[in-house]
C-alpha cells in the first residue's frame, strides 16, 4: 500500500520518552493529519514492512533501533516518504550524516514545539507537491493513450471504409468513388493534433524534470517553477 492520497496526511512520530511522545502526538494533531505514535525504533522497523506513512518524525538515539537504522529501511521500502531526525547535541554530527543518508530536515533538542511545526508544514507541503506532480503526470499519459486510442479507432474505420470503396467502385480514378473519399477522408481530420502533440511534448518534458530532480540537479523549487512554465505554454497552445 503506498503513501495516503489525497489532503490526508499520514504521520509517525517515534519518541522513548513517554511525556515527550504524548506531547508531540498532542500538539502536532491537526483536521488532516493522522498520528501515529511509537515507542522504541523495533515497532517502527516492524511497522514499515506492513504499512506506510507520508512524514516520519524519529529520535536519533532509541532502544531498538536507532533513528539511522530506521532511516536506511524507511527510504528503501518508502524512498518517497519523508524522515525527519530530533537530535541531542552530542550526536550532531550523527544527524549531519543522516541528512547525507536521505533524511529530510534535523532538529535538536531541546527544541520548541513551534519549530517542528515549520519543519513539518513544509515536509506536508512537500508530499502535497510530490502528490499534485504524480497526479499530473497520470493524467498526461491518460491523455495521450486516450488519443492514440481515438487515432486507432479512426483509421480502423477509414480503413474499412475504403476497402467497401474499392469493392463498391472499383479501381481508383473513379468520379464517384473520389466524391466518397471526400466526404469520409477530410483532407484534416479534426484530431486536435496540435493539442496533442503539445500534451506529448509537454509530458516528456515533466518526466524529465522529474528525473532531474530525482538526480537533485534540480531544487524542489525549480522544479514547480519549470513545471508551472509547462503547464501554462501547454494552456496557451
Known amino acids: 500500500m503506498g ?23 498532542g500538539s502536532l494533531a491537526q483536521e488532516q493529519r493522522e498520528i501515529l505514535l511509537f515507542e522504541n525504533g523495533r515497532a517502527v522497523l516492524e511497522a514499515l514492512e ?43 554530527d550523527s544527524a549531519i550524516q543522516a541528512i547525507r543518508g536521505g533524511a529530510y530536515d534535523y532538529i535538536r533538542k531541546p527544541f ?17 507537491l510530490l502528490r499534485e506532480n504524480r497526479d499530473l503526470l497520470r493524467m498526461l499519459r491518460e ?12 483509421e480502423e474505420h477509414l480503413s474499412q471504409l475504403l476497402r467497401i470503396c474499392w469493392i463498391m467502385f472499383g479501381e481508383k480514378g473513379n468520379p464517384e468513388m473520389d466524391l466518397v473519399l471526400k466526404q469520409i477522408n477530410p483532407p484534416a481530420p479534426d484530431f486536435n493534433l496540435k493539442k496533442r502533440e ?31 512554465i509547462l503547464l501554462k505554454k501547454l494552456t496557451d497552445e
Open 3 to 25: 503513501p495516503t492520497q489525497g489532503n490526508h496526511i499520514k504521520i509517525w512520530i517515534a519518541e522513548d520518552d513517554d511525556e515527550l511522545r504524548q506531547l508531540l502526538g
Open 50 to 92: 506492513r504499512s506506510s506513512y507520508d512524514v516520519l518524525v524519529t529520535d536519533l538515539m532509541m532502544p531498538g533501533a536507532d533513528g539511522i537504522q530506521i532511516l536506511n529501511k524507511a527510504k528503501r521500502l518508502h524512498p518517497d516518504s519523508i524522515v525527519i531526525i530530533m537530535t541531542g547535541y552530542a550526536s550532531l
Open 112 to 128: 520548541r514545539l513551534d519549530e517542528l511545526e515549520i519543519i513539518l508544514k513544509n515536509a506536508c507541503e512537500r508530499i502535497s
Open 143 to 154: 491523455t495521450k493513450e486516450e488519443l492514440a486510442r481515438l487515432k486507432g479507432t479512426w
Open 198 to 228: 503539445a500534451e506529448e511534448r509537454a509530458l516528456e518534458s515533466l518526466q524529465r524534470l522529474a528525473d532531474l530532480k530525482k538526480e537533485r540537479s534540480i531544487t524542489e523549487e525549480e522544479f514547480s517553477t519549470f513545471k508551472k
